[in-house]
């Protein structure tokens, strides 16, 4: 049997992975200040209602209160959102769903602010709901926004599928329904907001991008950009979840207020009702292919549940209808997106950014015809699969890359494909395997404003100052940022100061998001090397007297032939200061495509599961997976972007439901909330690393923050059909519904 | 900074938590370990004003076993500590499996016996019905002991003190529990099923089979037990009729997340499963 386990090293510890596995480390919301006031917010008791009274009367009257606001306290641009700011900060007429700011308090503790906040009176006039997407597109449906309630159509079209289905001996079409995924971070939102003496604002709050921040809050305070100052790392995790504003605007707003420190730090349930969740998406997908196996046309409508307001509403349905046919090569191709308003919630960012539910459909789609045509899954792949040089899956150009078929030559090694499946002696267990692929672009794509960059220079303590804009949400970014720029430049991680996360010391990097935080890093340092190199070795050669050409840059110093002639330290002067910074943007392709990508990694991964006959459950045993994402920068980094994604998409397809009935959540906290624990995950996965790339790139590591979550799902329900004969099309997987295909009969 | 705004009294003997019980002259909440009334708090219950604190009474605190062979554990055990009681171990595995299943680490380090057991819908109830365990409580007139199952039936309050188990002689019994929960660890039981067949000679003498889970108040199902020890060979036709009695007598409280009709089907297949494997184990000691 074939040989597979992972063929990544372990590599030292990241530099901040102690403090966090002990808990030492202290987050922004263990911060104390004297005089610290606590912030709370009042959310909406409705999905969607219109305010007819708030009072707050009997809230200031409260002693150990000191401040109360609502919309009127607002100095600036009453609304927020990363590129159409359509959600108010506070709501003063109308309410779109139950995690609608309407007022906010501040108080000497948090128990206080607490029943401030319950004296608080809003009276309510409920208006009629709208909790189905379909239903909220119809033109007779009350507009929960001026411009309608669909937020963004995306279509692509190629060929001609009207004259491509009639050539096919077998259609499948399919429904699939893809459930609202909570990022579940362990810290909630949360910071504290400092006044300072000089009039500035400090706010230190966990983001995805400090400066992005910074802009939203200067037009919401009505202050100029350089009076606030963004600390913003490290955080208790993100997974796209905090990149948009959160509790941001209010600590704000209550610390100029009050002239005093406030804290806001959200419950599980405040977070659970106010937060963005991951896209709920209905796809119907009609793909057809000849006897031959030969993928002749292909059909896709997305609906997608986006909630009360836009956030990156449209640029995840962007995602999902550029990647609807993935790595394949489709000639006739049609596809129709709506990303549409409801009171369900707000949907927007999340690691996978519409890729997991398209991909969730194509591949089961893939998987359907395999089955229809009496064809191995992974041959139909092979067969349809695109080649180097093809355009990318909106027909744009591409950075050339076979990376997709690397990954299925890859995992067709995985023993768990050669499985006997008849090896289980227990009758209410059966076994199933299966596998899927995906590939996933990164950056934001074309159109969108995708500037990146960073700083080097040696700082007087002879510290080589390495400086970015990108934040530490839990990926491993210091690691990464430590492991290319000792590469880059030679020196030792001691010699290191890496600065990151506070908008008055790091340049402009652009967002940590989109897989695009390791890529950068890398691009920045390709371009800093360079000139950082030669300007130490200029000064090293000037102080020393040997030529510049004999020495290098190497551990703690300058090195002359196996001697350190002179410590780093030693090399900084004042009044001759030795910095280089760099601006660039992200690549992207030339066509113009809305968000259409440049750069992709690739996946495959294949799985074995357990179907539980007495519970319908599904049980995960074993995982091997295959990614092609360029070379891998921090390998122990990589491993845990890989196997963390994975198990985040495990928990999607299996238990994950932020679910609602009549746009409330059913499910208000982590007792109803079922995240898998280490008892649900497999006890071993293998991540096999392809660090190929095609001949000539020159583009290097990819991101791999989002790949290990896309193609689990669609493996895994592969396998169930395997074990059951039953087709899965609605996560996460239902057990009842397993049980009722699998009825026992007496 | 919290600020605690109920009034909480702490005996440190069961006769001082008796005296203090019965000069309130309105109901008081009980409180042990308190993680199930947590949940509840965190749900949005309130706080009780007054609390009886039970955390500190010293005594019934132990687990040991009687000349009779009868297992006494104490109500104010914690729930870790009797997982993890040597004799426990030895004598009632299960019942250590059972507790294993419950929450976490942290929550079975503060959740005790006696409030898993005062909870009415805690997992290790079906265990210890199907064992025929029996408690002794106090009320308002003294110290009680009664039948678990019909310590379920008083509606006045009471302490429970302890719980007590009789092992059997020399009988041949298989006994089985198993908790269905919506993932693998830390979550609420779907379904508890718990069972315990007994052989004496060629004969299947007793036969207790209770069911729980979620807020169902877990109870024996009398009509299967009957069928089971009626019938004696448990063959299809057998297991058909078991399958009805449970349908008919299993009465489980559903949620949104997981229906009565799941529920029962879940019911009827471990009981189902758990028949077989007996019948594999000791089916051949009678024809």
Known sequence: MADYTSNLASSRPRPDGMGKVTGALNYFTDLQFPNMLYGKVLRSEHPHAKIQQLNIEKAEQLPGVLAVITSKDVPGLNGFGLITQDQ??????????????????????????????????????????????????????????????????????????????????????????????????????????????????????GTQHGYKDRLQLARILNLSEERIRVISSPMGGSFGGKDELNIQPYGAILALKTGRPVKIHQSRRESMISGIKKHPMKITMKTGAKKTGEIVAHEVRIIADTGAYATLGPAVLDFAVEHAIGPYVIPNVKTKGYAVFTNNGVAGEFRGFGGNQITFALEGQIDRLADDLHMSPLKLRKKNLRQGTDPGPVGQMIAPTNGDSLVLDEITQSPLLALDKRDSDNPWKKTGVGVALTMHGGGLGFGRMDPSGGKISLNHEGKIEIAFGFEEVGQGLLAVIENITTEAIGCSSEDLHIVIG?????????????????????????????????????????????????LCVGEKGIWLNGQRILTFEQLFLENEPISIDTKFDFPTTPNSIPGGHFLYSFAAVAV?????????????????????????????????????????????????????????????????????????????????????????????????????????????????????????????????????????VF | ?????????????????????????????????????????????????????????????????????????????????????????????????????????????????GGNIANCVGDTIPLLLALDAEILYLNKEGRQRIDLQDWFEITECSIILEVIITLDDEEKSYLFTKKIGRREAFSASVVTLAGKLTVKGNQLCKVRIAAGGGETQPSRLRNVENILQHDQIIDSNVLKRVYQALMTEYQPVEDVFYSSNYRLKVASNLLISELEKWRGEYGGLYK
């Not at chain 1, 397809?653 to 007792?671: G, H, P, V």
């Not at chain 1, 006890?683 to 991101?703: F, Q, T």
């Not at chain 1, 290990?708 to 087709?727: E, F, K, M, N, S």
Request: aromatic share 8%; with cysteine.
């Open chain 2, 1 to 113: 900074m919290r600020i605690l705004e109920t009034t909480v009294s702490s005996p440190t003997t069961i006769d001082e938590a008796w005296t203090m019980w019965k000069s309130y002259e309105e109901p008081i909440t009980f409180i042990a370990g308190g993680t199930f009334l947590q949940t509840k708090w965190e749900k949005g219950v309130a706080v009780p004003s007054k609390m009886l604190h039970l955390g500190d009474v010293l005594e019934y605190k132990q687990i040991y076993m009687d000349t009779e062979r009868q297992i006494h554990i104490g109500s104010f055990v914690k729930l870790a500590e009797c997982k993890n009681h040597p004799l426990i171990a030895k004598t009632l595995p299960q019942l250590s499996q059972t507790i294993e299943k419950i929450a976490a680490p942290a929550v079975r380090n503060l959740g005790t016996i």
């Open chain 1, 502 to 550: 506070d908008t008055d010391k790091v340049p402009h990097s652009g967002s940590s998001t989109a897989s695009r935080g390791t890529s950068m890093i890398w691009h920045s340092l390709q371009r800093l090397k360079g000139p950082f190199k030669e300007k130490l070795l200029d000064t090293a050669a000037k102080r020393s007297g040997y030529q510049k050409e004999q």
């Open chain 1, 88 to 205: 108010p900060v506070f709501c003063d007429q109308v309410v779109r769903y139950v995690g609608d700011a309407v007022a906010a308090v501040a108080a000497i503790t948090p128990e206080i602010a607490e029943r401030a906040i319950k004296r608080i009176e809003v009276t309510y006039e409920p208006l009629p709901i709208m909790d189905d997407p379909e239903s909220a597109m119809n033109p007779d449906s009350t507009p929960l926004h001026s411009g309608g309630n669909i937020l963004h159509e995306a279509s692509y079209e190629n060929g001609d599928v009207d004259e491509g289905f009639p050539l096919c001996d077998v259609i499948i079409e399919e429904t699939y329904l893809l459930p609202r995924q909570m990022h579940a971070y362990m810290e909630t939102e949360g910071g504290v907001f400092v006044p300072e003496r000089d009039g500035r604002l400090s706010v230190y709050a």
């Open chain 1, 608 to 744: 074995k599961v357990e179907v539980d006959l007495i519970t319908g459950a599904i049980k995960v045993t074993d995982i091997d997976q295959a990614v092609s994402a360029g070379p891998v920068v921090n390998p122990n980094g990589y491993i845990g972007q890989i196997e963390g994604g994975t198990i985040m998409a495990l928990g999607y397809t299996l238990l994950e439901e932020a679910a609602m009935q009549q746009s409330r959540y059913t499910t208000e906290n982590f007792d109803t909330y079922i995240l898998p624990t280490i008892q649900d995950i497999p006890p071993k996965m293998n991540v096999r690393a392809i660090e190929d790339l095609w001949e000539g790139d020159m583009y290097g590591p990819r991101g791999v923050g989002e790949i290990g979550t896309v193609a689990l799902a669609p493996a895994i329900v592969r396998a169930i059909y395997d074990a059951t004969g039953h087709w899965v099309t609605k996560l996460p997987v239902s057990r009842e519904e397993i049980l009722h295909a699998r009825e026992m």
